[in-house]
């Protein structure tokens, strides 16, 4: 079965600090895409990054950059030099890939609330 | 280009009622799925739907059901409404479904069931 466990429910960072959201994962599929996704107050789910597995390469967006180790089943996101509007719910989220129909859903972890104070 | 469009945005229903949610996804997008938000089960899948056909379903009880259109466009019902199916109902779609084309959420119908 799969699973995805964001062990930080609550984070509070100063502006202008970094933070590391932590996202560890579990499948039994070979193949798998492993999702980002940022939720402000107005409930969208907003698409942030999506990474499959055989992709091990980091990523880095502007402020935000990406850590996918395989070995450790994790894939943490970064923010540098947080701002106010980074403030929002993010959830990692997982999809197989070889399982038939689980290639058509996401399961998301529980989220991180990040709140960035002035 | 239009987003997904998810209607209504609120809803009020009491305990016992019906509910029908709507969405609309992306011109060209052939996927819908549903999924439930609540503050203690988190984000769950509830279905998906391609070219008319429920492709998969979560681990919901018979109350929730769907369906897809012709034109794409997606509903979901809610039977005999209980307390705890008061949540944000969101509605992702994506061109094939597989989620290596990825998907785009709508804002939501944040539903409260009194």
């Known amino acids: 079965a799969q699973k995805v466990t964001q062990a930080q429910t609550e984070i509070s960072v100063v502006e202008k600090e970094d933070v590391t959201l932590d ?5 039994r599929d070979t193949t798998y895409y492993l999702f980002w996704y940022k939720q402000p107050p107005s ?7 999506r990474r499959n597995s ?26 540098t030099a ?9 959830f ?10 689980s290639n058509y859903k996401l399961t998301f972890g529980k989220g991180t609330l990040l709140t960035v104070n002035p | 280009k239009a987003g997904v469009t998810q209607t209504p945005r609120y809803l009020i229903k009491t305990r016992g009622q019906q509910v029908t949610l709507s969405c609309s996804p992306i011109s060209g997008h052939r996927s819908v799925s549903w999924y ?3 503050p203690g089960q988190g984000l769950q899948f509830l279905f998906e739907y391609f070219s ?37 109902y969101l509605c992702a779609s994506s061109y094939t479904g597989a989620f290596n084309y990825g998907y785009t959420f709508g804002s939501g119908t944040r539903l409260t069931v009194v």
Do not use: H
């Open chain 1, 23 to 27: 996202c560890v994962y579990e499948t």
């Open chain 1, 43 to 49: 409930g969208e789910l907003v698409f942030l990054i």
């Open chain 1, 54 to 79: 055989f992709d091990e390469q980091n990523e880095i967006s502007g402020r935000y950059s990406w850590n996918f180790q395989k070995s450790t089943s994790s894939f943490n996101f970064t923010i």
């Open chain 1, 82 to 90: 947080s701002q106010v509007v980074d403030s929002a719910v993010y």
């Open chain 1, 92 to 101: 990692c989220a997982l999809s197989e890939g070889d399982s038939g129909g």
């Open chain 2, 36 to 38: 439930q938000q609540t």
């Open chain 2, 52 to 88: 008319e056909t429920q492709r998969n379903k979560g681990n919901f009880p018979g109350r929730f059901s769907g369906r897809q259109f012709s034109n794409s466009r997606s509903e979901m019902n809610v039977s005999t409404l209980e307390l705890g199916d008061s949540a944000l």
